[in-house]
């Protein structure tokens, strides 16, 4: 089951300079996939944030493109060099 968060909530950085999710989409979020974080800036323009099993679920289904893939080693390349995996606290 995918969870799609649609609508618009503002978002911000504590004082300690991490993003703070807004609680309406937190909820969904921990309730239905836990802490376990992907997060990525696969355009300019936005951070995208993936529950990590989903992620993964991407990631597979990118690499059965077979390595060589030049739309595969784009799309892994920008995913990873402005992605990191995360845990919500």
Do not use: C
């Not at 990631?59 to 595969?72: F, Q, T």
Request: charged content about 30%; hydrophobic content about 40%; proline content about 3%.
């Amino acid at each position: 089951m995918v969870t799609r968060f649609r609508g618009h909530a503002d978002a911000r950085l504590d004082e300690k300079g991490r993003l703070k999710m807004p609680s309406v989409f937190r909820k969904i979020f921990e309730n239905t996939y836990g802490a376990s974080l992907f997060i990525t800036a696969l355009t300019d323009d936005y951070l995208q944030i993936y529950p990590l099993q989903i992620w993964e679920e991407i990631e597979a289904k990118v690499n059965r493109l077979g390595a060589m893939n030049p739309l595969r080693r784009k799309f892994m390349t920008r995913a990873n060099r402005f992605g990191t995996e995360m845990e919500m606290d």
